[in-house]
């Protein structure tokens, strides 16, 4: 008797060389242990996934937890008044107890939508517990979580210093020490793993950053920070340390096999070279950075140069949770932006929401495809859906039509997390509920102007925040 049968599905396994087959997954401690015929199998559990479409789970590679209570605010704005007329007013009094609930919302809605990993980078340290109640969170959810202990020594996107707002700014040295001190923590706990990273060039000092590299490789951790995201950055490093945002991180040893590089919009060629030469990893962020006016990143050509890539949603920016509505806008984008329907094929675009980010953050040998041996990390897609059908070529309605919520059940660790739509490991009512009145609460304590956001025209001529 084993564990689990998800049975007669189509099953899209992303392995090596790419086999789709109508057929069976078995599971049994936490693996998948068989793929296809599986009809002489006694299974603990069933599930039936005829007309549906098996694939696995799919992998967030950015994120910031801490901003799922508070879209609706902020938005139609450049990432200067973004930071300081929106996010800083309402985030810098985060308490552990909204730390948990925005990462419970978060998780709520990855799990709902299929996303089975997901990639935090958690920078606001208000206080050295909001950290750890992102990690209780998520492993509470059943999900596969990797957290970015994020540092921050400098203000943060900016220049403005000394603002009552940087509650998320500590000393080098204090970082450091609790960092290593969170690594020991979670690192290899249940599911979740811990990387580190500074915020980006601008948030961090350059001690800060070749210290971050030094902790990820003493602890075997990956390093992860944002780069060459918006165009202001670049201004910044030329202005500070004469070179570009890339070229900086390269001169000072934080490029290589081992670092994960958030958005990675502006870069030369010879950038591109540099992180096909050092195995570096991309995240590419296309909902956020659209919506932030920051670019197109150049991930078509990062992927001929066999760099490894995977999609994030990145925060609230993106207003989006949903790997789905990544996937569709990171195809669209690309083929937009090169004039060209060529561009980022709907099976590239599976790869980078599967296997991709798994490469990205180092997990592939265990999850981001259907094979025997790895972790039973899948979801079930229905396609009993008339805007799916399961009939045809199945990837293009997967990437081009099918939404989060579309998926039915969700199987982690070998754990049946969610089935039949209903979601096992949390309230969702409770869940809800408690999010809304957290929620209010950020927004009654952000202050007038931020409240006054609220209350703005209708945005018709021009952005409403801007009335
Ligand atoms: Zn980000």
């Not at 897609?381 to 799916?388: A, G, R, T």
């Amino acid at each position: 008797m084993i564990d689990l049968i998800i049975k007669d599905g189509i099953i899209v396994t992303v392995d090596d060389e790419r086999r789709i087959f109508h057929g069976s997954v078995a599971v049994d401690k936490g693996k998948i242990i068989r793929l296809g015929d599986c009809s002489d199998l006694n299974a603990g559990k069933i599930i039936d996934a005829s007309g549906s479409v098996v694939i696995p789970g799919l992998i967030n590679c950015h994120t910031h937890l801490y901003q799922a209570l508070i879209e609706g605010i902020g938005y139609d704005m450049h990432f200067e008044p973004w930071n300081w007329k929106f996010l800083f007013p309402i985030v810098s009094k985060m308490s552990p107890e909204h730390s948990f609930a925005s990462a419970r919302l978060a998780s709520l809605e990855m799990v709902k939508s299929g996303t089975t990993t997901v990639c935090d980078h958690w920078y606001m340290h208000t206080s050295f517990a909001n950290v750890r109640q992102v990690a209780k969170a998520l492993d509470e959810s059943g999900m596969r979580a990797d957290i970015v202990y994020g540092l921050l020594d400098q203000t943060f996107a900016g220049e403005r210093i000394d603002s009552e707002y940087m509650t998320m700014i500590h000393d080098r040295d204090d970082l450091v020490k609790d960092a290593a001190k969170f690594i020991n923590e979670w690192h290899g706990k249940n599911r979740t793993i811990v990387s580190i990273g500074a915020g980006s060039t601008e948030d961090a000092s350059e001690d800060l950053l070749v210290e971050s590299k030094k902790l990820a490789d003493s602890f075997s951790i990956q390093l992860n920070s944002h780069v060459a995201g918006w165009q202001d950055i670049l201004a910044y490093c030329y202005r500070k340390y004469g070179v570009r945002d890339m070229e900086f991180m390269h001169s000072r040893g934080l490029t290589g096999s081992n670092s994960v590089f958030v958005h990675a919009v502006w870069l030369t060629p010879e950038e591109i070279k540099i992180l096909a030469r050092t195995g570096s990893n991309i995240v590419h962020c296309p909902v956020a950075n659209a919506h932030l006016g920051y670019g197109v990143a150049p991930i078509t050509a990062m992927l001929s140069e066999g760099i490894n890539v995977g999609l994030g949603t990145d925060g609230a920016a993106s207003y989006t949770y949903d790997m789905f509505d990544l996937m569709k806008s990171a195809s669209m984008l690309q083929k937009q932006h090169n004039l060209s329907a060529d561009f980022l094929t709907a099976e590239q675009t599976l790869e980078l929401a599967t296997i991709g980010g798994a490469k990205v953050l180092g997990l592939s040998d265990h999850v981001g495809s259907l094979e025997v041996g790895k972790k039973a990390d899948l979801i079930v897609v229905d396609f009993n859906k008339p805007h799916l059908l399961p009939v045809n070529r199945v990837v293009p309605k997967l990437v081009y039509s099918a939404r989060g919520s579309d998926v039915k059940t969700s199987v982690i660790d070998g754990l049946v997390i969610m089935e039949d739509y209903k979601v096992l490991t949390m309230n969702e009512n409770k869940v809800i509920e408690e999010s809304i009145e957290i929620a209010n609460e950020l927004v009654r304590g952000a202050g007038e102007e931020t409240r006054r956001l609220l209350e703005a025209p209708w945005g018709s001529k021009r952005p409403y925040w801007r009335s």
